[in-house]
Nanobody, 127 residues
Framework: QVQLVESGGGLVQAGGSLRLSCVAS????????MGWFRQAPGKEREFVAA????????YYADSVKGRFTISRENAENTVYLQMNSLKPEDTAVYYC????????????????????WGQGTQVTVSS
């Protein structure tokens, strides 16, 4: 497993932007599909975005498509989530996740397919 540490959360007004970072330990970062999930109070954890091992392919939840961008820098063991045009409904704890076993797009949105998780970072969007 890989250890993940998120940062970059905070309080922002609606329409603003934040950039989340997730740094992974270990020397095999490029072996992992990376994802971002979020969980709002009283709600289930939901998929936000994922990126392939090479960074060549990215996938998004419909709710964030066109506003969020996931990227990775394998040389720095880091995955990013750039969040623009933030809305109050984006308020949640955001979690970084890693999977070494995912090989198909169909399971990218399934939290149980991810092997390692960060501790989460709070994002609060005020109206």
């Amino acid at each position: 497993q890989v250890q993940l540490v998120e940062s970059g959360g905070g309080l922002v007004q609606a329409g603003g932007s934040l950039r989340l970072s997730c740094v992974a330990s270990g020397r095999t970062f490029s072996s992992y599909v990376m994802g971002w999930f979020r969980q709002a109070p009283g709600k289930e954890r939901e998929f936000v975005a994922a990126i392939s091992r090479s960074g060549g392919s990215a996938y998004y939840a419909d709710s964030v498509k066109g506003r969020f961008t996931i990227s990775r820098e394998n040389a720095e063991n880091t995955v990013y989530l750039q969040m623009n045009s933030l809305k109050p409904e984006d308020t949640a704890v955001y979690y970084c996740a890693a999977s070494i076993t995912i090989t198909t797009v169909a399971v990218l949105t399934t939290a149980s397919r991810y092997d390692s998780w960060g501790q989460g970072t709070q994002v609060t969007v005020s109206s």
